[in-house]
């Protein structure tokens, strides 16, 4: 955007840039070159200390406030979000300059017909990471894809996945607030809107960027 340029119509506009943020989160789930397919995920370990790493976004719900990351149920990440279930979400699409970040809680669901849909929906070729013989994060003493060798380089079948459903789990991500920051040569625009769980509606206010 130049300083010459229209400020677009969520410019100066809560609700507009509200619904502008969502409209950026929610393609992410289906559309591999969307910036919001792979966001930053943030956790806390045990020690307190911020754990972070690039998620594929699976699914986002605007209405349910909500989601859908995929997980192998023995990442250290489970463990830090059991015992600290508090998330953090950084998206970034540089074309639009806008920075989105997202907080919440996270869920994690291992059985049930949701997980077992998403499972099934999958690839084959996806799934086939969670064949891995031992938990992500481990140690080894030679570099190693984690896969048993008689995997390593194929296409598995739904037969040989079998196993493998045991270590898929379902990160469901429940956002209590949304953090906007749009840059522009004119002035930025910061933003942050709260859910309020008494009123089930979403408020907002401007900040200073």
Known sequence: MTSNSSPPDYYDDLDLSFAKAWDLIEPGANK????????VVGSVNASGLAQLRVMVLRE???????????????SPKVGDLKNNNRVSILMYDAAEKLQLRLFGTARLESNGDSVDAAWIESTTFARRCYLAESAP??????PTSGLPAWIEGKQPSEMQL???????????????????LYLANSGHRRARWTWDE??????????IP
């Open 137 to 142: 994060g481990l140690v080894s003493n030679a």
């Open 162 to 180: 079998t196993e493998a459903r045991a270590n898929f789990a379902i990160l469901w991500c429940d956002i209590t607030e949304l953090e906007w």
């Open 32 to 39: 591999r070159t969307s910036p919001a397919h792979t966001p």
């Open 198 to 207: 008494a009123q089930q509606t979403w408020s907002g206010r401007w900040l």
């Open 60 to 74: 986002a719900d605007r209405t349910l406030r909500r989601l859908r990351f995929h997980t192998d149920s023995r």
